[in-house]
Every structure is written in structure tokens, then in C-alpha cells.
């Protein structure tokens, strides 16, 4: 992935355990072309001692999410107040905030039917879910650092949400 594309390693939102602890999060700004879909992309990569658990906390944007992790896939509705995702062992995912019109595009239906819920991407009408999520977890497969396999992962991410575009104007 283009040096350019990374972008501030620290996300405020995304907030430490009791521990201190938060996985490392690597984040990434969408092509131009794409930009009036997605609004950024983020992987964090995980590896607890055995017995160590953790609980990820986050912050919400009002926005649906596109998550791939090598676990679950899913579209994630809006989520009021602090999210929370228990770590354990190995892992990682690849997550997708998305702008504010592409959730309800890929629902093909309104994004309050998803507020504080999710629905598995193989479901989602406006996306190719079982493909992606293929695609997804052989790019990361089994070195998620790998900076290659984050740009294949991207560009795949990429691929499937580009028919989205263009994204209609209100008004």
C-alpha cells in the first residue's frame, strides 16, 4: 500500500483497556476514486497470551461499518454510544467505516433497520459478501502485517464496494 494512503496511527476514538492495552491499528484513507463511499479503512492485528482476554472498546461514528475479520463478517449498523469487541488469542480484521449514504446502499433499505445490530455480509444485497470475504481472508491470511498482503486486502475491499459508485445526490 502507497506510503500516501496511510494515514495518523492514533485513532481517539478506539480506546485503551484497563491494562492500558489496544492492539496495533493499522489505518488507511480510501482511493480518491472511492472516496464518496468509504471514509476510511482500518486492520487491527492481535496476539494475547494464552488466558489473557481483553475488551476493545470504541467510540461510534454514526456510520455503518464493513468488517471482515477472520472469525465473522459483517455489515455493522450504527452503534449508539461505546462499542466493544472481546479479543482473545490471535486475530485481526479488516474494517471498512463507510460514508453516510453507502450503508443504506448496500442494505438496499433504510440503516435504522441495523442501528446497534448487524447483519452478516453474505446477506447484503447490494454486495458480493461471500467473494469478498474469500478474498479478504486469503490476502491477510496468515501475516496480517504484511504490507502486501493490507493492499491486497484493500484493493479487493475496494473492488466490491466500487459498485456503489456513483453515489446518488439528494436534493
Same mark, same amino acid.
Given at each position: %500500500?502507497?506510503?500516501? +494512503? ?5 485513532? +481517539? ?8 492495552? *489496544? ?5 488507511? /484513507? ?16 492481535? *496476539?494475547? !497470551?494464552? #488466558? ?22 459483517? $455489515? ?12 482473545? #488469542? ?6 471498512? %467505516?463507510?460514508? *453516510?449514504?453507502?450503508?443504506? %446502499?448496500?442494505?438496499? #433499505? ?7 445490530? /448487524?447483519?452478516? $455480509? ?9 467473494? &469478498? ?21 484493500? /484493493?479487493?475491499?475496494?473492488?466490491? &464496494?466500487? #459498485?456503489?459508485? !456513483?453515489? !446518488?445526490? *439528494?436534493?
Amino acid at each position: %500500500m502507497p506510503e500516501s +494512503r496511510r494515514i495518523d496511527p492514533v485513532e +481517539r476514538a478506539h480506546l485503551r483497556d484497563a491494562a492500558g492495552y *489496544s492492539p496495533p491499528i493499522y489505518r488507511f /484513507a480510501p482511493t480518491p476514486a472511492l472516496a464518496d463511499v468509504v471514509r476510511r479503512f482500518w486492520l487491527p492485528v492481535w *496476539s494475547l !497470551p494464552n #488466558g489473557v482476554r481483553t475488551q476493545q472498546r470504541v467510540l461510534q461514528y454514526p456510520v455503518c461499518l464493513v468488517v471482515v475479520a477472520d472469525t465473522y463478517a459483517n $455489515l455493522v449498523g450504527p452503534t449508539r454510544g461505546l462499542a466493544t469487541r472481546e479479543l482473545v #488469542g490471535a486475530g485481526w480484521a479488516c474494517g471498512t %467505516m463507510l460514508q *453516510s449514504a453507502a450503508g443504506s %446502499m448496500l442494505l438496499a #433499505g433504510p440503516v435504522r433497520d441495523v442501528t446497534d445490530g /448487524a447483519v452478516p $455480509l453474505e446477506s447484503l444485497p447490494g454486495l458480493q459478501g461471500s467473494a &469478498l470475504i474469500a478474498q479478504v481472508r486469503r490476502a491477510l491470511g496468515h501475516d496480517p502485517h504484511d504490507a502486501a498482503r493490507q493492499q491486497q486486502t484493500l /484493493a479487493a475491499v475496494e473492488r466490491a &464496494l466500487a #459498485g456503489l459508485l !456513483p453515489v !446518488p445526490c *439528494s436534493g
